[in-house]
């Protein structure tokens, strides 16, 4: 069965951007929508740390901002809770999670089904989790990079929309292949979220479908 995600839309499909950090990808999203090279707009960043640099980036593009931190609650069930709500609260066609370092309640990853995107520094699936490019390193990996993909309950397991390739050099630290993949993360994430937006996405049996046809991971 061919579940389709989207209907074609211009600059009417609404993301909503979830970060922790710099906001690196957010900047790059908010310039490619100011631009229309992204047929969206973003319609609220929320961050689950104060402090988030990426947070000054939205407000510098007059981007509405949600703080949901972690640490003001009892426990992880409040937190899922009140993020739930704030998602809610934007009405998003698409959840873009861009360095966002909280992993989704499973019941809002299932009521989004279809419509949350991730980016992960790996070529999944090898190395999902954390510390990918010491470990691509220390596994004498001759080829790393960045997959987006959709979020399912299972960590980094959901169905891959695009992957971004770079050579790993013997020169390499975890630092310099890190700059090399957010090189190719800031290529690969505006086009999915553009062909998410276009409506050209489905799914079916877990794999992804770009215009009715498999996609090529590599596009």
Same mark, same amino acid.
């Given at each position: 069965?061919? %579940?389709?995600?989207?209907?074609? %839309?211009?600059?009417?499909?609404?993301?909503?951007?979830?970060? *922790?950090?710099?906001?690196?990808?957010?900047?790059?999203?908010?310039? %490619?929508?100011?631009?229309?090279?992204?047929?969206?707009?973003?319609?609220?960043?929320? *961050? /689950?740390?104060?402090?988030?640099?990426?947070?000054?980036?939205?407000?510098?593009?007059?981007?509405?901002?949600?703080?949901? /931190? #972690?640490?003001?609650?009892?426990?992880?069930?409040?937190?899922? #809770?009140?993020?739930?709500?704030?998602?809610?609260?934007?009405?998003?066609?698409?959840?873009?999670?861009?360095?966002?370092?909280?992993?989704?309640?499973?019941?809002? @990853?299932?009521?989004?089904?279809?419509? =949350?995107?991730?980016?992960?520094?790996?070529?999944? &699936?090898?190395? &999902?989790?954390?510390?990918?490019?010491?470990? !691509? =390193?220390?596994?004498?990996?001759?080829? #790393?990079? !960045?997959?987006?993909?959709?979020?399912? $309950?299972?960590?980094?397991?959901?169905?891959?929309?695009?992957?971004?390739?770079? $050579? @790993?050099?013997?020169? /390499?630290? $975890?630092?310099?292949?890190?700059?090399?993949? #957010?090189?190719?993360?800031?290529?690969?994430?505006?086009?999915?979220?553009?062909?998410?937006?276009?409506?050209?996405?489905?799914?079916?049996?877990?794999?992804?479908?770009? /215009?009715?046809? $498999? @996609?090529?991971?590599?596009?």
């Amino acid at each position: 069965m061919v %579940q389709s995600l989207s209907k074609p %839309q211009t600059n009417h499909c609404h993301l909503l951007v979830l970060i *922790s950090g710099s906001g690196t990808n957010l900047q790059v999203i908010l310039e %490619q929508c100011e631009n229309s090279m992204i047929p969206a707009q973003v319609c609220g960043v929320i *961050s /689950d740390e104060p402090q988030a640099k990426g947070l000054q980036r939205a407000k510098n593009a007059r981007i509405q901002t949600t703080v949901v /931190d #972690h640490r003001c609650f009892d426990d992880r069930q409040a937190f899922d #809770h009140r993020l739930g709500e704030a998602i809610d609260c934007y009405r998003p066609d698409l959840v873009v999670l861009a360095g966002f370092m909280r992993i989704l309640d499973a019941k809002l @990853v299932e009521r989004y089904y279809g419509r =949350i995107l991730n980016i992960h520094p790996s070529l999944l &699936p090898n190395y &999902p989790g954390l510390n990918t490019h010491a470990r !691509a =390193i220390a596994s004498l990996a001759t080829e #790393h990079g !960045a997959s987006v993909h959709f979020v399912t $309950p299972e960590l980094d397991a959901g169905p891959i929309v695009i992957q971004g390739r770079v $050579p @790993v050099l013997p020169s /390499d630290t $975890p630092e310099s292949l890190a700059q090399r993949v #957010h090189q190719e993360e800031y290529r690969i994430y505006p086009k999915a979220i553009t062909w998410f937006a276009q409506g050209r996405l489905s799914i079916e049996a877990d794999r992804v479908l770009l /215009d009715e046809r $498999p @996609v090529d991971l590599c596009a």
